[in-house]
């Protein structure tokens, strides 16, 4: 028996080792271990011997099964290896891949993930508040008096509807500083970080202005924040989201919902601050920020000889345009919904 | 508002050595914003952006005091050198004119009556108001121009003959009256606007805002009156945007502006038209005053100062930034006790105020820049965050392929799907496009499609607000996702699949789909008893859906268990059942799981006519399944599927 087991290995060896294809392996295997392969009946031949000679016999089998076996895989790969060379000498790789499905996420939703990550890593917390809105919070609370000049810069629309006694009329709101008095009702004490970011309306439509957009703002409230605090705020988004190499300044401005106001420039990614034809004198206006107004924190309920706070608020729209080698130069654009223009990004 | 300043005209005001390059640049920094400087004829023009709060920098004069207390922060000298007006002898006569005024419309009226010689202003006159923007007329127009300009107090200047009259009321309109004001303009006032009566029930002058044709200078002038009024600023708005007139006087009225200038631009007149035009008082000048501005004090903690900036800057020297602005301080006890000078009473409320003056000239540029304090402010649970989720679903579309648009909140009338009469319309739209707040994204995602018809196949997405009315109340913003694919005889079941497999990511389960209630190819779908949303194919090439995505993000979550690994094998076979087309596949597969539980998952494998193949796998927790245990299943799924839908297994 075991001289029969013996011969059977080496012919399946020598077999295996000769097969040119796959249909050639599988027809070794089968010959040798299928249902009516020789080694398959040989073993069923096993239990005819003493049963003193079963056990070493059995083990001597089970190598040759094994033996048998590992030699078919090892033939098997190398066949596919040679292939696999056979076909790579047929295929022309520079060939288009086989492309996975991918379309695209607005620039919109772009810009807002990357300003969204970069203030999480200073922990404020994301917030989206109401488009429409009651004048109160759009403007009286944020130290809005009725009839006041400064309202006009804001170009409101109004919602055909009855006003409310005590809120004013109903409006898109033009700003997401009405997410300021929004956040101080809903935490109701400092500490407060807020980044809001929502659509906003103006009754506006050209180069720069499309009649919705979007803006992010940050309300930052606690005991002593101070002016330091929120240069330290604009440099780091300035540095995030422009360039390391990119600086801020802030000048001297009015909102009424701030006390100190003021503008924030960035210096010019272009000429790195010397000035040139596309900034003024090295700078380049970004948006406006304050300290805010002891009003407007009365009108959310937080007491302004405890508390300060700082906030800012700014275009979407215009720090993507801003955005190193984008060259949008025309903001509508980003409303057309054209695809030749989404695919691009 | 913008307003343009010469050079040479300041520094008849600020005395310094920096250059106008210099003074453009710090003022920049510490006050107001110069946006460029302009070089017309050998002269140097500044163009300064003028923020609303502080109308008392929009004058030559204004602008110098700032200058004068900024240049030093910077090591520069500079003086200001306030305007001193000459003082007239008293004359004994009084003026022939009975001015009545109302307190609740005029602060102030400063006045005097001169004859004058009309004719042209000298040249240095008339090249300073051509290069600060004002059209140069005549020399008696020309010094309320520059009057204004110079001082900052808007003055007006009647033909005294003309107004031909012993009295001049100063009341409000009453609706309908009209005025021809002097550019020749007819306007129809609303009522409460203030003019000036002549006793005769005739206007001859709206004040603060334009002069009326009937009471201006004209080539036969030989005495005038010189008026400078002060008035109640929301009048004065309310009469400007009404009227659409935006003048100077207008657009600087409105704002509080300090009534102690108007007696300096009251002898500043005088003085001007004694040198330019011959003029000679022929009356004292007269001084109406009810409203005199009351001293104000604020306090301001130097704790409150350190606590806004930031950095300590030593009492002295916020002592020397206040004084230098105008400000008279007394210190004690750590309190700054602060005098306000009468052109900064309207703006300077409250201790902020005053931080603000001391930082701005201390110089922003000098404060360190440092991040606030990490605090916590709320714990972040990533599986409840809609963002997270929001942000989730749009990678996940777009990475089948899907292409995120953004269409406007606001829609036509044309586009707007259901009865006007329960939409939410803009009182002012700015064109018939956006007019009605949307109650649906699909309207506007098929105008997209329209819009870019150049492609065949298209494939797009948006999640926004609908908004839906409430009585009383704010609308209901409700976040939406929806979705439109354009392609040759496009597949129902093509936008199903997005569905499914979305709500799958979710890790959302009980979805199911019913019949639209809406008519038409379409799917009503459902998460247990709750209504999602539809999906609808609109024609052979187009299928949209469209969902409440605040339900998916309610029911969507991040729980895992682990569900031990199968200890036995499967046994896999696929059934060829003969039904009838009108019965659902839902329907057959729910009966086939109801049959026993050793029936893992049925799927449809395939469908052609009335035949369906469906999937099925055995599989038993206690052990080998065996071909017995198997036909028994089978044959009780037959057996049920026989007598509920009369469907019988394929020979």
Redo the contacts between chains.
Sequence with gaps: MEDELLGIKNTAISLILDSKDQKELEEVMLQFLGRSGRLTLSLKELPKLPIEKRAEVGTLANDVKKTIEEAIDRKRDELSHHKLTEKRKKIDITNPGIL???????L??QAI?EI?TIFAQ??C??V?Y?????DWYAFEALNFPD?H??RDDWET?????EA?PKKGP?I?TPHTSSGQIREMER?QKP???MLNIA?C?R???DVSHT??FHQFEGL?V?K??????L??????FAKSYFGENRKT??????FQFT?????VDISCGICNGKGCKLC??GWLELGGAG?V??NVLKAGGIDPNIY?GFAFGWGVERVLMMKAGIKIDDLRI???????F??QF | MNIKIIDSWLREYLITKASAEVIA?KL??????V?KIEKIDGDLIYDVEI????PDLMSVIGIAREAAAVLPQFGIDAKFIPLEPTKNKKLGKELPLEIVNNPKLVNRICTALMSVKIGNSPRFIKERLEKSGIRSLNNLVDVTNYVMREVGHPAHVFDFDRLNSKKLIIRESKKGERIITLDEKLHVLEGGDIVADNGNGQIVDLLGVMGTANSIVTDQTKKILYFIDNNEP?HI??TSMNNGIRTEAAIIN??EIDPELAKIALLRGIELYRKIADGELIADANDIYPNKTRPKTVNVFKSKID?????DIPLEECEKILEKLGFRVKVKNQILSVDIPSQRIADIL????I??EI??IFG??K????????????S?HMDKN??YWE?RV??T??????????????ISEEIFEGPTENA???????NED?VY?RKTLIPSLLE?VK??K??EQ???FEIS?I?EKRV?D??K?IRMIAGVIKRPNVSFFEAKGIAEQLLNTCNIKNVTFKTSEHGGIASSVYIEEDYLGEIELLDSNIVDFEFNFEKIIKLANLSKVYKPLAKYPPVIEDLSIIANENIKTADIIEEIYAQNELIKEVTLLDQYQDTRTFHIIYRSEEGNLTADQVKKVREKVLTALEAKFHAKLKK
């Design positions: 996975p499905p991918l379309g695209h996420l607005h919109i939703t993930e969204t200073i922990g917390t994301r989206r109401p488009e429409v809105e009651w009839n000049p400064a629309f109004f919602i055909k509807t409310n109903m898109l935490k500490p407060i970080r659509k309306y009754r506006q439509s009649p919705m930052v606690d002593n924040i101070s002016i330091t605090h240069k330290g705020t604009l440099d780091y300044r802030i000048r001297p401005y009015h006390e100190p106001s003021f503008e003024k004198e300290m107004h002891p300060t980003l409303y057309s919904n054209k695809l030749e989404l695919e | 640049e920049s920094l510490c006050s107001v914003s946006e923020t609303s709060n502080r929301y708005r309310k409105e704002k606590t806004v900036i930031g950095i409250n201790q902020e105020d931080i603000e930082a701005r922003y540029h404060l360190p820049s440092m991040l606030p304090p990490l605090v916590e402010v709320e972040y809609e963002f942000n749009k990678n579309l777009k990475n089948w392929g899907l292409t995120e648009v953004y269409t406007y909140s606001m939410i319309k803009l009182k002012n739209p700015l956006l707040l997209v819009n870019n150049k492609n298209l494939k797009i607000n908004y009383g704010l609308p913003e």
